[in-house]
C-alpha cells in the first residue's frame, strides 16, 4: 500500500518538475541566449519493488559545435558590417558629384585655360586665385574629414577594447560560479551556462575568438593569439601608441607583469573591432593615401612648371602650391642613435605611390619595404632612394632598428596657395605682353599623365571614388552573403535551443495529465486503505 502512495507522489513531482520546465521556456521565449530545457526522468531504483520516477536533470538543449559556428559567423558579420558602416560614410561624400574634389578641380583648370586666352587680364587672374583657394580648401576639408573619420574610429575602437575587457572578466567569473556550483548541487546550473554562452557570443561579436573547454568546466578564450580567459583569470586588451607609428593608436595585450605587447592587426579580423581595425589600416589609409598623392601631385607638378614662367613684373614664377613634407618616424624601441633625414627626389615624382615605407636595419644593411604591397629593396650605404624620396642616415643603427618613412603625410592637408597677388601669377614665358605660353602649359597639365606616369589629376580622383565605390559594393555583398549563412545557422541552433511555443504547451498539457494520472493513484491508495480499515473494523 505504502508503495502507491510513494510512487504516486513520485509522479506528482516529476509531473511538476515537468511543469515547471515547460513553464519557464515559455516564459523566456523572447529572451536573449536562453536554451530550451528539458526533463530528463529515470526510473527510481528501490529496493523490494518497483520505485516510481525521479527528476534525473533539467537539461539544457545546447549544441556547442554549432554555437560555436553561429558565434563565428556573426562575428565575421559584425566586421563587415562595422567595416561598411564607416566606409559607406566616405563614399557618401566622394560619391556626391557637387561635393566632390572633381568639380573644383575642373574650375581651377578652366580658369587656367581662361587666363591662357587673357594671360593680362586682372580679372582672369583675379578668379584663377580664387578657384586655386577654393580646390586647396575642399582637399583640406577631405583630409580634414577623413583625419576625424580616424579620431573616431580609434574612440570607437578604445570603447570596443573596453568592452571586450568587461565580457573577459565577467565570463572569468561565470567559470568561477558555475565550477562552484556543480560541485556543490552536482546539477547542471543551466541559467549560469546560458548567461556564460551570451557572453561568448556578444564578445565574439566585438572580436574573433576561440573557445576551448577545458575540465568540462571552464571556457577558455583567446583572442589573436593571447589568451583573454584561462585558468589564471581574465587578461586585458589596451589601445597603445604604436612604437614604430605613435601618429597610430594600435590594440596590444596586457601581459602579466603589466608589459603591453602590440598585438598583429592581422589576426584581428572578427567582430566590431576587426571591421574598424580593417577599415582604418585599409580603406581609410588607401584613401588617405591617394588623396595626399594627389595633392602633392598636383602641387609639385603646377609648381615645376609655373617655376618655369614670369609673372606680369618679368620676375620668374614662383611655387603656387605649399604642401608638406615627407617625414621619418623612429621606432620608440630602438637603441641605436640613428635617424633617417628625407627629401623628395629632384626627379622623382613619377616614383611617388601612395605608400609608405618600413625601413629596418638588419646585417649591416637597410631593408625598405613598400608598405602597400610589401615589395622589399634592401641597400648597403647610409644613403639611398626609393619611392621618389632621397634617404640619408646619419647616427648609428643598431641591430633590428626601423624607422617609417610617410612621403605623403599630410599633403592634402597643407595644401596651400601660396601667392596673394594676381600679378605674382606667372602666365608667360618671358615674352612680354600677351605671352601665354605658360599659361597653356599650366593648363595642358589637366590630361597630362603626371601621376606616377601614367595617369592625370582627373584619373587619380577618379581611381580614387572607384576604389572606394568598389570596396564598398564588395563590402555590401560579402556582407548580404554572410547575414545570409548567419540566418540559416541561427535557424538550425534554434531548432535545438530555440523554445517552440507550440511544442511547450504540448508538454504542459502532457504534464498536466501526468499529474491527475498520479493523483488518482494516490486517490486510489488512500481508498484502499479506507476499505482495509473499513475490514478491520
Not at 186 to 192: D, F, K, M, R
Not at 210 to 223: E, H, L, P, R, S
Not at 305 to 319: E, I, K
Amino acid at each position: 500500500m505504502s508503495s502507491l502512495f510513494g510512487i504516486g507522489y513520485s509522479g506528482l513531482s516529476a509531473a511538476q518538475s515537468g511543469m515547471s520546465t515547460a513553464s519557464n521556456n515559455i516564459a523566456n521565449v523572447n529572451t536573449p541566449g536562453y536554451t530550451r530545457q528539458s526533463l530528463r526522468l529515470e526510473q527510481s531504483a528501490q529496493s523490494g519493488g518497483q520505485g516510481g520516477v525521479g527528476v534525473g536533470a533539467v537539461q539544457r538543449n545546447y549544441q556547442q559545435y554549432l554555437s560555436g559556428q553561429l558565434n563565428d559567423a556573426r562575428s565575421t558579420a559584425s566586421a563587415l558590417d562595422s567595416h561598411l558602416g564607416q566606409l559607406s560614410q566616405i563614399n557618401n561624400l566622394l560619391g556626391d558629384g557637387d561635393a566632390g574634389l572633381a568639380p573644383l578641380m575642373q574650375q581651377f583648370f578652366a580658369g587656367l585655360q581662361t587666363l591662357a586666352g587673357s594671360p593680362d587680364d586682372a580679372a582672369a587672374r583675379e578668379s584663377l586665385l580664387g578657384d586655386a583657394n577654393s580646390m586647396a580648401a575642399q582637399f583640406q576639408t577631405f583630409a580634414g574629414y577623413l583625419d576625424d573619420m580616424g579620431r573616431s574610429v580609434a574612440t570607437q575602437m578604445e570603447g570596443a577594447v573596453g568592452q571586450v575587457n568587461n565580457y573577459a572578466e565577467q565570463i572569468d567569473r561565470l567559470n568561477e560560479q558555475i565550477t562552484l556550483a556543480r560541485g556543490r548541487t552536482g546539477a547542471e546550473p543551466n541559467t549560469l551556462l546560458d548567461k556564460r554562452d551570451q557572453l561568448v557570443s556578444e564578445l565574439g561579436q566585438l572580436i574573433n575568438i576561440d573557445v576551448a573547454i577545458q575540465d568540462g568546466n571552464t571556457y577558455n578564450i583567446t583572442a589573436a593569439g593571447q589568451p583573454l580567459v584561462d585558468a589564471t583569470g581574465a587578461h586585458s586588451l589596451a589601445l597603445v601608441r604604436s612604437a614604430g607609428d605613435p601618429t597610430r593608436r594600435v590594440i596590444a595585450y596586457e601581459a602579466p607583469g603589466g608589459a603591453r605587447r602590440e598585438l598583429d592587426a592581422s589576426q584581428i579580423s572578427g567582430g566590431s573591432l576587426g571591421g574598424l581595425v580593417a577599415f582604418r589600416d585599409g580603406s581609410l589609409e588607401s584613401a588617405t593615401l591617394s588623396l595626399d598623392q594627389l595633392a602633392h601631385d598636383l602641387a609639385d607638378k603646377i609648381n615645376d612648371v609655373h617655376g618655369q614662367g614670369t609673372d606680369l613684373a618679368g620676375n620668374p614664377g614662383t611655387a603656387l602650391f605649399e604642401t608638406a613634407r615627407p617625414i621619418s618616424l623612429d621606432n620608440a624601441r630602438n637603441t641605436g642613435t640613428a635617424t633617417l633625414q628625407v627629401a623628395f627626389s629632384d626627379d622623382g615624382m613619377a616614383d611617388i605611390a601612395a605608400s609608405n615605407y618600413r625601413v629596418a636595419y638588419e646585417n649591416g644593411q637597410y631593408s625598405v619595404t613598400r608598405v602597400s604591397d610589401g615589395q622589399r629593396t634592401r641597400f648597403g650605404s647610409d644613403s639611398f632612394s626609393i619611392g621618389g624620396v632621397d634617404i640619408a642616415v646619419e647616427g648609428t643603427p643598431n641591430e633590428g632598428d626601423s624607422f617609417l618613412i610617410k612621403p605623403l603625410a599630410g599633403a592634402a592637408a597643407a595644401l596651400n596657395v601660396s601667392i596673394t597677388d594676381p600679378a605674382q601669377i606667372a602666365a608667360a614665358q618671358g615674352g612680354g605682353s600677351g605671352d601665354n605660353r605658360n599659361a597653356q602649359a599650366l593648363a595642358d597639365l589637366q590630361n597630362a599623365k603626371t601621376v606616377e606616369g601614367n595617369r592625370s589629376f582627373n584619373s587619380q580622383y577618379a581611381q580614387l571614388v572607384s576604389d572606394i565605390g568598389n570596396r564598398t559594393r564588395t563590402l555590401q555583398v560579402n556582407g548580404e552573403a554572410q547575414q545570409t549563412l548567419t540566418g540559416e545557422l541561427e535557424n538550425a541552433q534554434q531548432s535545438i535551443s530555440g523554445v517552440n511555443l507550440d511544442e511547450e504547451r504540448v508538454n504542459l498539457l502532457y504534464y498536466q495529465q501526468m499529474y491527475q494520472a498520479n493523483a488518482k493513484v494516490i486517490e486510489t491508495a488512500a481508498s484502499l486503505f479506507d476499505t482495509l480499515l473499513g475490514i478491520r473494523a
